[in-house]
């Protein structure tokens, strides 16, 4: 069954490829299908510029995928823990693997059948740990095959680009500085808990408020993050929506643990309600030690759905309890009838022989009777044939 379901996930891999790639053909690059469409209200600079980044992601994945696959070898697999859908394990490899944190590898067994798809965790020396979506078969732990696909980053980049869309405001074409942006400051009114902004960053508060775009640039100590986390909960408290990301998982631990410091600090009810309602949330991997096991784990997806599954997990848990009791019931019923059966054979037998014995009497007594029933018959003949004479 899992190398079945392994077969599909190549299939369907296949499959998201060539349809891709198909997409790409008839969309940006012209034609009139719905993703033609769909690039046709984006700004002439910003098309251009993605036509020229799908050619360049194209050429990139046909080089990954033509590329010689290296094998690494994982032993002593262990299954760490378990949420949801997602299965944590740590591997020993035989050699170090330089192999950057959220990779996408393959994971096969030793007669390279595809057993599963994985992410890497983290690695350190020749311990690596990775998740996967389902879990693996115990048999395969002792002794796997791992291998890079180097060309899922890129085909991830591919499609987020075949989706993308833009708002009326322009905001990616403005981003990337392809068409003017809206610049101006305003007023930074009140301060948000003991944060006290220099001048400088004021000036970049202002600046952030007041414009569609703000680049805060400063060497490391400057207080970047502090001014970040300062102008993201004035967004907050204005009602907007605010998506940080960063180019590394620590990078963005360390802005969202800055950020939730901030609105706690802040001392503002309706910074605190939006923690409270679960609105204020880390995705994705978090590396800090804090957000996987300390202080502000109950931030994280896998946290909030744990809490907002609740009862159906308590529920969940004694169904599986029941269901086990009800097999061990199970077994020992079989196990009582299997002794019943025995112990009453000997019985049946002896039963079934004095039945027989009981038989054969009754055909004797049966014969018996009809014998004396003849015999009755013959002496009254005997008798009237007397008397008549």
């Known amino acids: 069954m899992n190398r079945k379901h392994a077969d599909d996930g190549e299939r369907k891999r296949h499959d998201e490829d060539e349809s891709l790639r198909r997409r790409w053909d008839a969309g940006a690059g012209g034609g009139d299908s719905d993703q033609g469409e769909a690039f046709a209200h984006l700004a002439p600079a910003l098309r251009d510029l993605i036509s020229l980044m799908k050619a360049a992601l194209l050429e990139a994945i046909a080089d990954a995928e033509s590329t010689e696959e290296i094998t690494y070898h994982g032993f002593d697999g262990r299954l760490l823990s378990q949420s949801g859908s997602r299965s944590t394990y740590q591997f020993t490899l035989k050699t170090y693997w330089d192999i950057s944190d959220n990779a996408r590898i393959v994971i096969k067994d030793l007669a390279r059948t595809t057993v599963a798809d994985a992410r890497v965790i983290s690695h ?98 400057t207080g970047k993050t502090a001014t970040l986390s300062d102008l993201i909960c004035r967004y907050l408290r204005l009602g907007l929506s605010v998506l940080v990301v960063s180019h590394t998982n620590i990078a963005t631990d360390n802005a969202f643990i800055r950020l939730v410091q901030a609105m706690i600090g802040s001392q503002k009810a309706d910074l605190r309600s939006l923690m409270e309602q679960g609105l204020v949330v880390r995705a994705g991997e978090a590396r800090h030690v804090a957000l996987r096991e ?96």
């Open 124 to 221: 350190e020396a020749t311990s690596l740990m990775l998740v996967t979506g389902s879990v693996l078969p115990r048999e395969y732990l002792a002794h796997l095959l791992l291998i890079e696909d180097k060309a899922w980053l890129l085909k991830k980049e591919l499609q987020a680009l075949s989706h993308l869309q833009e708002t009326t405001a322009q905001f990616g074409a403005k981003t990337l500085g392809l068409i003017p942006v809206k610049s101006g400051t305003k007023a930074v009114r009140g301060k948000l808990g003991t944060f006290v902004p220099h001048p400088h960053q004021e000036r970049a508060i202002a600046h952030g408020l007041g414009s569609e775009k703000t680049i805060i640039v400063g060497p490391p100590g």
């Open 294 to 389: 300390g202080t502000y784990r109950g931030l994280t997806v896998d946290a909030l759905a744990d809490a907002r599954v609740g009862q159906m997990a308590e529920e969940s848990t004694w169904l599986e309890q029941h269901a086990s009791d009800l097999e061990k019931q199970i077994d020992q019923a079989e196990r009582d009838l299997r002794w019943c059966e025995q112990a009453w054979q000997g019985e049946r037998d002896r039963l079934l022989l004095q039945i027989e014995g009981l038989e054969q009497g009754v055909l004797t007594n049966r014969k018996l009777q009809e014998e004396q029933e003849k015999k009755d018959r013959t002496f009254f003949v005997t008798q009237a044939q007397t008397r008549a004479c």
